[in-house]
């Protein structure tokens, strides 16, 4: 596999990153329980739909307090540690909850678990910038995307399968492809994060000790992404909201076999498009290639305004899926260009947290819109919403270039009073 993976576009990255990817799949490959856990907790546990609802809607909202120790952690005792501790902790809250399946504590072991889990995110995306140079991050996290991608399309399966057949083995091969992660990383994976060379920027001031808050306000282009981000994540939160309700009411009596090859065929588009769309847009700066994905977008959600049958579903899938590529594929690539190495993991953290609001924002306010207003005005407004972020991703990218290019003249100057 790994010779495969050295093949452009990912050839020459550093051999971690190839080994990550094999980490991605294993990973993607064995979650099993988070996408099922609304129809455990009612079909297997018996929990009515508005406690189970709650319980759901914990299981998100632990995604912030999880991705930020897990940052700050990244920062301080290295990516590969805070990897393996919660990554076993994970599994060891999946074995318990095998062993206490009828349990009313499994409810809150799961949420445990998934708090654990998201807390290894900004430490793998801050592996990735620790092991990349600039021209080579798109390639990195492209190919991580593709990892999760190919586990996935396996992994769905296998845990429908699971459910209804071995509850139990659901959590046991959570638990076991955790496990089995864990074991690539101990065995072969080196500690990307060199704390001694960051002490040493700090003790020369190259980067004085500050407050990560300070540092981060001293980031606006950073803020004004991750703002941005919000729009983006909001509009693409209709692919799991907006898009099941209206196919339920285009097709009343298939409506959850229509959405399920509408998400088999974005799946089938991000496995044989990441590597075209890595290629051609790996010339192009990170901000470049997210105003590009916010234009795919407004086309890809727009064109439910029109949706009547399947061939607009599926052209409008394929459009939204090619954004999704650019949008996971380059925002990792932003973070790592530009926030400080010691940084890093907090910086990853905070991205995810305040993207993740635009998830947990979106399907409520829309919700409130389709009722009110109807879809083809719900869609009119996720494709104003597209647009607008789209036009302020590219006033960021305009920003970026005017900054490039004011640097490039200082240097021209500073070469030429060198000369005299």
Same mark, same amino acid.
């Given at each position: 596999m790994i010779k495969i993976l050295r093949k452009s576009p990912?050839?020459? $990255?550093?051999?971690? *990153?190839?080994?990550?990817? %094999?980490? =991605?799949v294993i990973n993607s490959l064995g979650t099993f329980v988070i996408p099922f856990l609304t129809l455990f907790l009612t079909q297997r546990l018996?929990?009515?739909?508005?406690?189970?609802?709650?319980?759901?809607m914990i299981a998100s909202l632990v995604f912030a307090p999880g991705s930020l120790l897990g940052?700050?952690?990244?920062? =301080?005792?290295?990516?590969?540690? %805070?990897?393996?501790?919660?990554?076993?902790?994970?599994?060891?809250?999946?074995?318990?909850?095998?062993?206490?399946?009828?349990?009313? !504590?499994?409810?809150?072991?799961? *949420?445990?678990?998934?708090?654990?889990?998201?807390?290894?995110?900004?430490?793998?995306?801050?592996m990735v910038a620790d092991l990349t140079k600039p021209e080579e991050r798109k390639s990195a996290f492209s190919l991580l995307y593709l990892g999760y991608n190919v586990g996935v399309a396996l992994g769905y399966s296998i845990a429908g399968f699971l459910f209804a057949n071995y509850i139990k083995l659901l959590f046991f091969g959570e638990a076991l492809a955790k496990i089995v992660a864990v074991l690539v990383v101990i065995l072969f994976l080196e500690e990307s994060f060199k704390k001694n060379e960051v002490k040493n920027l700090i003790i020369n001031n190259i980067h004085k000790?500050?407050?990560?808050?300070?540092?981060?306000?001293?980031?606006?282009?950073? *803020?004004? /992404?991750?703002? %941005?981000? *919000? !729009?983006?994540?909001?509009? /693409?939160?209709?692919?799991?909201?907006g898009i099941p309700l209206h196919v339920n009411e285009l097709f009343p009596s298939e409506g959850a076999k229509v959405y399920g090859i509408i998400m088999t065929f974005n799946s089938i588009v991000v496995l044989v498009f990441t590597v075209l769309i890595t290629q051609l847009t790996d010339k192009y700066k990170a901000v470049f290639n997210m105003v590009i994905a916010g234009i795919f977008f407004a086309i890809g959600f727009g064109l439910l305004y029109f949706a009547k049958g399947y061939l607009v579903l599926m052209i409008s899938t394929f459009f939204w899926t090619m954004g999704r590529i650019l949008d996971r594929t380059n925002t990792g690539v932003f973070?790592?260009?530009?926030a400080p190495e010691q940084y890093r993991?907090? /910086?990853?953290?905070v991205l995810l947290i305040i993207s993740g609001a635009g998830y947990a924002i979106g399907p409520a306010f829309m919700g409130v819109v389709i009722n009110n207003y109807g879809f083809q005005t719900s869609w009119k407004l996720i494709f104003v919403l597209s647009l607008v972020g789209t036009f302020f991703m590219y006033l960021? /990218? $305009?920003?970026? +270039? +005017?900054?490039?290019?004011?640097?490039?003249?200082?240097?021209?100057?500073?070469?030429?009073? =060198?000369?005299?």
């Open positions: 990912y050839s020459n $990255l550093h051999r971690s *990153i190839y080994l990550l990817f %094999v980490v =991605q018996g929990i009515e739909g508005k406690l189970a609802g709650m319980y759901v940052g700050k952690l990244a920062d =301080q005792i290295g990516r590969k540690n %805070v990897f393996i501790i919660f990554q076993l902790l994970a599994a060891l809250c999946f074995i318990v909850a095998a062993f206490m399946l009828t349990s009313p !504590l499994v409810p809150w072991i799961l *949420i445990l678990a998934n708090l654990f889990t998201t807390a290894i995110l900004p430490a793998i995306d801050s000790k500050e407050s990560f808050i300070k540092i981060f306000l001293k980031k606006p282009e950073i *803020i004004f /992404f991750a703002v %941005v981000a *919000i !729009l983006y994540s909001f509009v /693409f939160s209709q692919h799991s909201f973070i790592a260009n530009s993991g907090r /910086f990853n953290a960021l /990218f $305009l920003n970026d +270039k +005017k900054k490039a290019l004011r640097i490039c003249n200082e240097g021209k100057v500073v070469g030429v009073e =060198q000369i005299k």
